[in-house]
């Protein structure tokens, strides 16, 4: 009996350790940034999503696609048809078994590439803005972004790009309530201002790189509007940043902490440094 109990404890622990997680850190929603906009969540119950995992050119993944092994991720999400944004969400599904929450224009294009991965085509569930999907104990819903979301095709074949339909961002709830919102790469918008009325999320990731989208101080309004009517904002995130190869005229998250001050609001802004494990909490 004694045995039985020892190989049981040492059984819970290799899954707890396989999925990067101490017995103590597996209640905890867990955040890991792995440069631009690829994230990956664990859950309170252990469930693994990754946003936007580009991987193949970006400096500050330090991984590779290979790296991702059978059943180690559950659910991804991507808010855009560029390269920067879906990244290789298609090849790491297939390698993985998880599943693709995106809208349906994007989906079906994905659709069309995953089987040559060994992928299939069920494993993209597709969508629209409102749209939600659930794994496990978490809830997903898909937000309006204003950004583009065309897709090129492979080098070889097809002119310009494909229509990806609507940019998107998300909602996540987890299994104890806690809520992340993922603005995605869009612009300045009083969508932001409904979102915190509506979700009243808790934790906000919102892109300061410029150019193509929000500007740090533009980012940090952004805050401003999504803690309307919401008492639970307290952690603002900056997100779609590059440390490794960054261009001069790209935001950076001291930038974005910098314009929150100005504001005098009253959240904390949590820069995440690549590879690091962050414990994220009401």
Known sequence: MLIKKIIGAVSALAFVAAAGLTSV??????????????FRFVSNEGKVILINPWVKGNKDAGMTVESFKKGSVDLILTTSGHGDDQGQAVEIAARTGATIFTVAELGSWMQSQ????????????????????????VTVQLIQSSHGSGTKPPK???????????????????????????????????????????????????????????????????????????????TAIPQHVRYKGAYPWMGTGKQFEAEVKKLGLNVKVLIPTPGKVYTLSK
């Open 114 to 137: 995953i089987e040559q991965y060994g992928g299939s085509k069920k494993q993209v569930y597709r969508g629209a803005i409102g749209g939600r999907t659930k794994v496990g104990g």
């Open 156 to 234: 070889d074949g097809g002119p310009g790009w494909i229509y990806g339909g609507p940019a998107s961002g998300a909602v996540i709830t987890f299994e104890n309530g806690l809520k992340v919102l993922m603005a995605g790469s869009t612009g300045l918008s009083m969508d932001l201002k409904l979102f915190g009325m509506r979700f009243k999320p808790h934790v906000v990731m919102v892109p300061v790189m410029g150019r193509f989208m929000m500007h740090p101080d533009d980012a940090a309004f952004a805050v401003k509007l999504l803690m309307t009517d919401n008492p639970n904002l307290k």
């Open 25 to 38: 850190q597996a209640a905890e929603v867990q955040m890991t940034f792995y440069g631009n906009q690829h």
